[in-house]
C-alpha cells in the first residue's frame, strides 16, 4: 500500500516554516525521505527507524510516530533551495532486508523570495 | 567517483518499436531498480533486481522487461506492447532492499 503524504503542495515564502506528512495504512518499520528538484534525480535525504531519534539535515529534520504510523518532515527557515517534490518511502513488507521501498506521489514544495 | 549513469537523457522513439534504457552502477550495489515517473503519480516500480540474473516485477511491469546478467548493469526494454511508454524512467540502486535508494539522472522517453 502506497503511503499517503499530506499536503499535495506547498507555497511559501523564503524564511517561513513547512511541515510534510507521511502516513501508512499499515505498522511502519522505517521511513525514507528524497527531494527532487525538477527534471532531475531523486536525492536521499534520511531514513527514520522505527525506535531510531529524530533525523536531521541542515535546517530538514523528521520524526517517526510508530503509534499514529506516520513521519513527518519539517523545513525550518526554508530556503530557495529547498524548493522541489518531496517523496517519503516506507518498505513494503517489514523489516525484511530483502523487501522493496514503496514510495508515496510526492509533495510538491515551492519557496518564493 | 562512485555513481550510477543512465542513457541516453532523451528518447524519441516512433510508436510500435522497442527501445531499450541503460543503466550502469559502479556503486558495487546488489540491488537496482526501475521507476516510471508521471506528473502527479510519484515514482512507480517497474521491476527490481536484488542479484545477479534474478529480477521482480513491480506495480506496473506489464510491457517492459529487463536483464541482470551483470552486477553493475539493469537496462530496461520498454517494448510495443506498453500502451503509453511517454514518461521519466529512473534507474536506481542500493545496498539492500530497504536501504538508501541512489538514482540515476532520469531517461526522459517520448513515443511519437
Known amino acids: 500500500q502506497q503511503p499517503v503524504q499530506s499536503p499535495q503542495a506547498v507555497i511559501l515564502r523564503e524564511g517561513e516554516d513547512a511541515v510534510i506528512n507521511c502516513s501508512s495504512s499499515k505498522a511502519l518499520y522505517s521511513v525514507h525521505w528524497y527531494r527532487q528538484k525538477h527534471g532531475e534525480a531523486p536525492v536521499f535525504l534520511m531514513i527514520l527507524l522505527k525506535g531510531g531519534e529524530q533525523k536531521g539535515h541542515e535546517k530538514i529534520s523528521a520524526s517517526f510516530n510508530e503509534k499514529k504510523q506516520q513521519s513527518s518532515l519539517y523545513l525550518t527557515a526554508s530556503q530557495l533551495s529547498y524548493s522541489g517534490t518531496y517523496f517519503c518511502g516506507t518498505p513494503r513488507a517489514g523489516l525484511n532486508r530483502d523487501d522493496k521501498i514503496i514510495f508515496g506521489k510526492g509533495t510538491r514544495l515551492h519557496i518564493l523570495p | 567517483d562512485g555513481g550510477i549513469t543512465q542513457s541516453p537523457k532523451y528518447l524519441f522513439r516512433k510508436e510500435g518499436q522497442n527501445v531499450t534504457l541503460s543503466c550502469e552502477q559502479n556503486l558495487n550495489h546488489d540491488a537496482m531498480y526501475w521507476y516510471r515517473q508521471d506528473p502527479g503519480q510519484g515514482l512507480r516500480l517497474i521491476y527490481y533486481?536484488?542479484?545477479?540474473?534474478?529480477?521482480q516485477k513491480g506495480d506496473i511491469a506489464e510491457g517492459y522487461s529487463v536483464s541482470r546478467e551483470k552486477k553493475e548493469s539493469f537496462p530496461l526494454t520498454v517494448t510495443s506492447a506498453q500502451k503509453n511508454p511517454t514518461a521519466f524512467y529512473l534507474c536506481?540502486?542500493?545496498?539492500?532492499?530497504?536501504?538508501?535508494?541512489?538514482f540515476g539522472p532520469g531517461t526522459r522517453l517520448t513515443v511519437l
Open positions: 533486481s536484488q542479484i545477479v540474473n534474478d529480477f
Open positions: 536506481a540502486s542500493s545496498i539492500g532492499g530497504v536501504g538508501e535508494q541512489f
